[in-house]
């Protein structure tokens, strides 16, 4: 039986003018353009540039995207200019991808300011709009920017809920709210629907998308070729093509949890660390990366956040020695009795190379072997065909206990 995919699709909020208050921030600035009239534009300095982004007050006041300079100040004389600044924007870019890495190694750019995610094999038993909600919060919390993120089993139709209503939202769109959530919508809002498209359409009497997913394929196809029978399937929410991950070296790899029910138990919290641990040293084995910093993250049910980092003896990718570090690194840092809802698990410091001090340690050979072992049966059947932790679905495994 195929497993369905679980896709997140993230999009930044006004990026351009957003990474630009935050740089004006960081440098001493007092004011935050996005709570004022202010945009971004070509060349601030003539009056015929074209205004890349505008702040919502700007947009309040009429101030459109791709109008000139020029047109922007007459109908706002107050609007506070910027220029572009590529090279901040591309830093920006890239701590959002660094933070995702955090939740898979399947990533996909598609532009400077959004990423398709394929979360499949990287839920350890959450739910896939839990974790669309951890990373929205974490990115505005560290970051200092929102996104609107879309759930959905494919990337159109996650990319088409992360551009309903904005900003800082969360929104899903399966299959079964295709009907009521997308074909309402106009066809102009469909993604690949281009400018020149829609006139064609409309002389269709296709004006909605669900116009467009009712209309006669066949017709479309014999009218517009392979660009109708796209657009028809993509009016379905119909798509398989898959997230194309460009692999960047890693800074750091991890995951973790937010559990169904708090949990006390500290036997229980271990088997959980376990499963995570065994996941993120995989990943480690599959980009032949050897860490040697860890750090264990304890989030209570008042939502206060513990973490605890410390290095390993040697660099290393071996899950059993990097689970034992790690439990220590738990026992120290944990309480009994306080009730837990979120637990992770992250190693930094990543190199290429692993130190081989404890070579002649008489168990790491078999560990290493069994680690590959393991590793091939997961590459050959999935990553939840096997595994030491005996349970991935942290569901399933929390009502058994």
Request: net charge positive.
């Given at each position: 039986?195929e497993?369905?995919?679980?896709?997140?699709?993230?999009?930044?909020?006004?990026?351009?003018?957003?990474w630009?208050?935050?740089?004006?921030?960081?440098?001493?600035?007092?004011?935050?353009?996005?709570?004022?009239?202010?945009?971004?534009?070509?060349?601030?300095?003539?009056?015929?540039?074209?205004?890349?982004?505008?702040?919502?007050?700007a947009?309040?006041?009429?101030?459109?995207?791709?109008?000139?300079?020029y047109?922007?100040?007459?109908?706002?004389?107050?609007?506070e200019?910027?220029?572009?600044?590529?090279?901040?924007?591309?830093?920006?870019?890239?701590?959002?991808?660094?933070?995702?890495?955090?939740?898979?190694d399947?990533?996909?750019?598609?532009?400077?300011?959004?990423?398709?995610?394929?979360?499949?094999?990287f839920?350890?038993g959450?739910?896939?709009?839990?974790?669309a909600?951890?990373?929205?919060?974490?990115?505005?919390?560290?970051?200092?920017?929102?996104?609107?993120?879309?759930?959905?089993?494919?990337k159109?139709?996650?990319?088409?809920?992360?551009?309903?209503?904005?900003?800082d939202k969360?929104?899903?769109?399966?299959?079964?709210?295709?009907?009521?959530?997308?074909?309402?919508l106009d066809?102009?809002?469909?993604?690949?629907?281009?400018?020149?498209?829609?006139?064609?359409?409309?002389?269709?009497g296709?004006?909605?998308?669900g116009?467009?997913?009712?209309?006669?394929?066949?017709?479309?196809?014999?009218?517009?070729?392979?660009?109708?029978?796209?657009?028809?399937?993509?009016a379905?929410?119909f798509?398989?093509?898959?997230?194309?991950?460009?692999?960047?070296?890693?800074?750091?790899?991890g995951?973790?949890?937010?559990?169904?029910?708090?949990?006390?138990?500290?036997?229980?919290?271990?088997?959980?660390?376990?499963?995570?641990?065994?996941?993120?040293?995989?990943?480690?084995?599959?980009?032949?990366?050897?860490?040697?910093?860890?750090?264990?993250?304890?989030?209570?049910?008042?939502?206060?956040d513990?973490?605890?980092?410390?290095?390993?003896?040697?660099?290393?990718?071996?899950?059993?020695?990097?689970y034992?570090?790690?439990?220590?690194?738990?026992?120290?840092?944990?309480?009994?009795?306080?009730?837990?809802?979120?637990?992770?698990?992250?190693?930094?410091?990543?190199?290429?190379?692993?130190?081989?001090?404890?070579?002649?340690?008489?168990?790491?050979?078999?560990?290493?072997?069994?680690?590959k072992?393991?590793d091939?049966?997961?590459s050959?059947?999935g990553?939840?065909?096997?595994?030491?932790?005996?349970?991935?679905?942290?569901?399933?495994?929390?009502?058994?206990?």
């Amino acid at each position: 039986m195929e497993v369905e995919r679980q896709i997140l699709h993230v999009d930044v909020n006004n990026a351009f003018l957003s990474w630009t208050a935050i740089e004006r921030l960081r440098k001493g600035d007092s004011v935050d353009l996005r709570k004022i009239p202010s945009a971004i534009c070509g060349d601030e300095n003539k009056r015929s540039g074209i205004i890349l982004a505008k702040s919502p007050l700007a947009k309040a006041v009429g101030v459109v995207t791709g109008e000139t300079v020029y047109q922007a100040m007459k109908k706002c004389p107050n609007l506070e200019l910027c220029s572009t600044d590529f090279k901040a924007y591309q830093k920006h870019s890239d701590e959002l991808y660094d933070l995702l890495t955090e939740y898979t190694d399947v990533i996909e750019r598609f532009s400077v300011d959004e990423c398709f995610l394929d979360m499949t094999n990287f839920l350890m038993g959450d739910t896939l709009l839990a974790k669309a909600h951890e990373i929205n919060r974490r990115v505005k919390n560290e970051l200092g920017f929102t996104v609107n993120v879309g759930v959905s089993n494919n990337k159109l139709l996650a990319k088409m809920a992360s551009d309903f209503s904005k900003p800082d939202k969360i929104h899903t769109l399966y299959p079964s709210e295709i009907k009521n959530k997308m074909w309402p919508l106009d066809v102009s809002e469909l993604f690949m629907i281009g400018k020149k498209s829609v006139p064609k359409l409309n002389k269709m009497g296709i004006f909605k998308i669900g116009d467009l997913a009712c209309f006669d394929k066949n017709i479309l196809i014999k009218r517009m070729g392979k660009f109708g029978k796209l657009a028809w399937e993509y009016a379905n929410g119909f798509d398989e093509s898959e997230v194309v991950a460009v692999r960047e070296k890693a800074k750091s790899i991890g995951n973790s949890i937010t559990l169904p029910m708090d949990i006390s138990n500290a036997d229980k919290l271990e088997s959980i660390l376990l499963a995570l641990v065994e996941q993120v040293t995989f990943r480690l084995r599959k980009e032949n990366l050897f860490a040697s910093t860890i750090s264990v993250q304890l989030r209570t049910k008042d939502f206060k956040d513990f973490s605890h980092q410390t290095k390993l003896d040697t660099s290393s990718s071996n899950t059993k020695e990097i689970y034992e570090k790690a439990k220590i690194v738990f026992r120290e840092m944990y309480k009994e009795n306080i009730p837990i809802r979120l637990i992770g698990f992250r190693v930094d410091k990543l190199s290429d190379t692993d130190e081989q001090i404890s070579f002649f340690d008489p168990n790491k050979k078999e560990n290493d072997k069994l680690d590959k072992a393991l590793d091939s049966i997961k590459s050959k059947y999935g990553y939840m065909s096997i595994t030491r932790a005996g349970e991935l679905n942290i569901n399933e495994y929390l009502k058994r206990k």
